[in-house]
Antibody
Framework: EVQLVESGGGLVQPGGSLRLSCSAS????????MHWIRQAPGKALEYIAS????????YCTDAVRGRFTISRDNSRNTLDLQMSSLRSDDTAIYYC?????????????????WGQGTLVTVSS | EIVLTQSPATLSLSPGERATLSCRAS??????LAWYQQKRGQPPRLLIY???NRATGIPARFSGSGSGTDFTLTINSLEPEDFAVYYC????????FGQGTKLEIK
């Protein structure tokens, strides 16, 4: 059974930093792209970042580029999101998600398994 | 950036009826579109990918169609557990989601 478990969320002041982690099990982690998607309270889903299966290629949306960094450790089956210069509009549930297809498949751009999410609240 | 616009924002139907949800892209995404279902307090669940392919374990009453800029998610004979929020998502130009359609019980 695929399991994705996020951790590291909490309350942080504006301008602060936080590191989220996602522990993966039940599948060949190193064969799949991984992603972070967030959802502000009562709002729609917002895609924010991806990392390729080997960790060599990363992408962040304009909303977080330069402030957030996505990375992975295939030896430990973990996905991370380092967040800095946090703002109130970063307040959201942060989900990690597994890409549907393996390695270079186009379908790796869809999200077929999701964690339960971790809440990040940016407030003074 | 590709913007996905979903309509209607809210759809009120009764169990047993057919639901038709729309997603329109600001530019062509070919067939690179997915649909997700999200129930309150839960993460989303992938229903359809590449416009018309059902994901593993998704019932046959869910179907997707469309290409280019206009897409439809159809749910035949609504079950009580189908009332939720539905999102479309494209993978043509990186990734983005629509704003969602809430399917509520009439």
């Amino acid at each position: 059974e695929v399991q994705l478990v996020e951790s590291g969320g909490g309350l942080v002041q504006p301008g602060g930093s936080l590191r989220l982690s996602c522990s993966a099990s039940g599948f060949a982690f190193s064969q799949y792209a991984m992603h972070w998607i967030r959802q502000a309270p009562g709002k729609a889903l917002e895609y924010i970042a991806s990392v390729s299966s080997d960790g060599e290629n990363t992408y962040c949306t304009d909303a977080v580029r330069g402030r957030f960094t996505i990375s992975r450790d295939n030896s430990r089956n973990t996905l991370d999101l380092q967040m800095s210069s946090l703002r109130s509009d970063d307040t959201a549930i942060y989900y990690c998600a597994k890409g549907l297809g393996m390695v270079a498949a186009g379908t790796r751009g869809y999200f077929d398994q999701w964690g339960q999410g971790t809440l990040v609240t940016v407030s003074s | 950036e590709i913007v996905l616009t979903q309509s209607p924002a809210t759809l009120s139907l009764s169990p047993g009826e057919r639901a038709t949800l729309s997603c329109r892209a600001s530019q062509s995404v070919s067939t690179y579109l997915a649909w997700y279902q999200q129930k309150r307090g839960q993460p989303p669940r992938l229903l359809i990918y590449d416009a018309s392919n059902r994901a593993t374990g998704i019932p046959a009453r869910f179907s997707g169609s469309g290409s280019g800029t206009d897409f439809t998610l159809t749910i035949n004979s609504l079950e009580p557990e189908d009332f939720a929020v539905y999102y479309c998502q494209q993978r043509s130009d990186w990734r983005s989601f629509g704003q969602g359609t809430k399917l509520e019980i009439k």
